[in-house]
């Protein structure tokens, strides 16, 4: 199946610094990338939707200034948390869609801790 | 609003049969999907069933899905302890690849 590699699977960070997370779409051409976060035992809460060359979408409640989000590529998106706090610790999962938008296939998350 | 409910614990003993089930509430969902989420990891694509069928299965997966009741439920046949995760069910809503999640079904397999 399709591969969606994301990077770094881990990140420890001072609170007030910025960390960028990379989700690359390996073997097809994602138009289309999603990004979630994840609190333990919960389900997964979209976060913002990224379409190539344009500006993402973000749900209600998501602060776009706060995590920046770019899709230079078909094959590249990043999400960067601004100035991170405690409070931004969680699990941020990338996904990617092909050109049907059929399937979606996942990153393997990042598991960011902020200090 | 688009919803997507399932229960949150499972525990079935090794070889038995498991059945997750799932219901949803938008009608116009094209795909429904399951993926299975291990500790600290990714999600994993499992299967996915088009709206216009009842029923899939692949080798010891089988996806049942009722349209009128809007009820969709995974099982898995001779169930493994490797088959200890949690279980998401996702429906495609109205919005190309715009997933809407439930809140995960813990399996947990005893020996």
């Known amino acids: 199946g399709a591969v969606v590699s994301q990077h770094p699977s881990r990140v420890i960070c001072k609170s007030g610094t910025s960390v960028k997370i990379e989700c690359r779409s390996l073997d097809f051409q994602a138009t289309t990338m999603f990004w979630y976060r994840q609190f333990p035992k919960q389900s997964l809460m979209l976060m913002a939707t990224s379409n190539e060359g344009s500006k993402a979408t973000y749900e209600q409640g998501v602060e776009k200034d706060k995590f920046l989000i770019n899709h230079a590529s078909l094959t590249l998106s990043t999400l960067t948390v601004t100035s991170a706090h405690p409070e931004d610790s969680s699990f941020y999962i990338c996904?990617?869609?092909?050109?049907?938008?059929?399937?979606?296939?996942f990153g393997s998350g990042t598991q960011l801790s902020v200090l | 609003g688009e919803d997507v409910e399932q229960s949150l614990f499972l525990s079935v003993r090794e070889g038995d049969s498991s059945v997750i089930n799932c219901t949803y509430t938008?009608?116009?969902?094209?795909?429904l999907y399951w993926y299975k989420q291990e500790p600290g990891a990714g999600l994993q694509l499992l299967t996915y069933?088009?709206?216009?069928?009842d029923m899939k299965q692949d080798q010891r997966l089988t996806v049942l899905l009722n349209k009128k009741d809007k009820h969709l439920s995974l099982r898995i046949a001779d169930t493994q302890t490797g088959d200890s995760a949690i279980y998401f069910c996702a429906e495609s809503g109205n919005q190309g690849g715009k997933l809407i999640f439930g809140q995960g079904t813990e399996l947990s397999v005893k020996p």
């Open positions: 069933i088009f709206s216009n069928m």
């Open positions: 996904s990617a869609a092909g050109a049907t938008n059929e399937k979606l296939f």
């Open positions: 938008d009608s116009s969902s094209t795909y």
